[in-house]
């Protein structure tokens, strides 16, 4: 079995589709893209536990990609058709088990079944706290998460990233005037 490749993106284990918005990110001023090549998508399936369930295959990248478009729309506020659009590929079905009611995702294409699950992410988080998905403060950073902070006024997508560059920028200006 070969060696997982390691997720290299600096922010990891936000909610499903927000993970997916943050395939990319900043480095050193260049824009970073996980999702360039079905390695990255191989990567970003096993970070949420879906390499079992789907291919990392072009056209699973594809639509993706698509998702990922559509959701940075969404979340921008300047279109939600596009999620819209993500979520006719997939549909919910009620399922009674032996542990009692439940739900199982189903697809007519599977490739589309990562980018439906991002999307469906997207709205559960809209119902749970809109208020809370967050962009980071840091004017170079492009990152999202899902703020669970308990009075909900985290800023940055790291305290030890983005939040301690901030930090030191507002001391350096300090210093500086001083």
């Given at each position: 079995?070969?060696?997982?490749?390691?997720?290299?993106?600096?922010?990891?284990?936000?909610?499903?589709?927000?993970?997916?918005?943050?395939?990319?990110?900043?480095?050193?001023?260049?824009?970073?893209?996980?999702?360039?090549?079905?390695?990255?998508?191989?990567?970003?399936?096993?970070?949420?536990?879906?390499?079992?369930?789907?291919?990392?295959?072009?056209?699973?990248?594809?639509?993706?990609?698509?998702?990922?478009?559509?959701?940075?729309?969404?979340?921008?506020?300047?279109?939600?058709?596009?999620?819209?659009?993500?979520?006719?590929?997939?549909?919910?079905?009620?399922?009674?088990?032996?542990?009692?009611?439940?739900?199982r995702?189903?697809?007519?294409?599977?490739?589309?079944?990562?980018?439906?699950?991002?999307?469906?992410?997207?709205?559960?988080?809209?119902?749970?706290?809109?208020?809370?998905i967050?962009?980071?403060?840091?004017?170079?950073?492009?990152?999202?998460?899902?703020?669970?902070?308990?009075?909900?006024?985290?800023?940055w997508?790291?305290?030890?990233?983005?939040?301690?560059?901030?930090?030191?920028?507002?001391?350096?200006?300090?210093?500086?005037?001083?």
């Open positions: 079995m070969p060696t997982p490749t390691p997720d290299p993106r600096p922010l990891t284990g936000e909610p499903l589709a927000l993970d997916l918005l943050n395939t990319r990110w900043m480095r050193e001023g260049s824009l970073q893209d996980l999702l360039t090549g079905t390695d990255g998508l191989a990567v970003w399936l096993a970070a949420n536990g879906l390499e079992e369930r789907f291919t990392a295959d072009p056209a699973t990248l594809r639509h993706l990609l698509r998702a990922r478009d559509a959701l940075k729309a969404a979340v921008d506020g300047a279109a939600t058709e596009g999620v819209d659009a993500v979520l006719e590929h997939g549909r919910i079905r009620p399922t009674l088990t032996a542990e009692g009611p439940g739900e995702a189903e697809f007519a294409d599977g490739a589309w079944g990562p980018a439906w699950l991002a999307a469906r992410n997207y709205l559960e988080l809209l119902a749970a706290a809109p208020d809370r967050r962009r980071c403060a840091h004017e170079a950073c492009v990152l999202h998460f899902f703020d669970t902070s308990r009075n909900g006024t985290r800023r997508c790291s305290m030890a990233g983005c939040g301690n560059r901030a930090k030191a920028s507002r001391h350096y200006a300090r210093t500086k005037d001083a």
